[in-house]
Structures are given as C-alpha cells and as structure tokens.
C-alpha cells in the first residue's frame, strides 16, 4: 500500500471534498481519498502503483489545480 499527498488549490468546502473523491476513487488502485480542505492537502491512499500523473488529471477534471 501506498500513499500520495498532494497539494490542491481551490477547495473550499465538503463539496469540494465530494466532487474530488469522485474523480479519483475510480482509477486503478485507489483504496481510499482522504481531502481536508482547510490544509488543501488530498492524500490517494492505494494498493500497489497508483499512477500520480492519473491523479493529477483526475484533480483536474473536479475543477481543482494541483500545486507544485
């Protein structure tokens, strides 16, 4: 198992949480999406490889912009 926290901009609220966690919890070995929006921070926790390019691009499509 793995985990991958990333830096997000944008979130404001549990919707934001929502509509994060329903881009990323389908890919491919993603177990588990934790966001916690006054941080900014989403952390992917998954099994085995979860592709972080994948990741990025799912953020993406919620409306939110990684920071790196």
Known sequence: ??????S??????????SAIKEELL?????????VDVPAGLVTV????DVEESAVHAAIAEAGYQVVT
């Open 1 to 6: 198992m793995s985990d991958l926290s990333i």
């Open 8 to 17: 997000v901009s944008g979130m404001s609220c549990g919707h934001c949480a």
């Open 26 to 34: 389908p890919l491919r070995g993603v177990q588990d999406v934790r």
């Open 45 to 48: 926790v998954g099994a085995g």
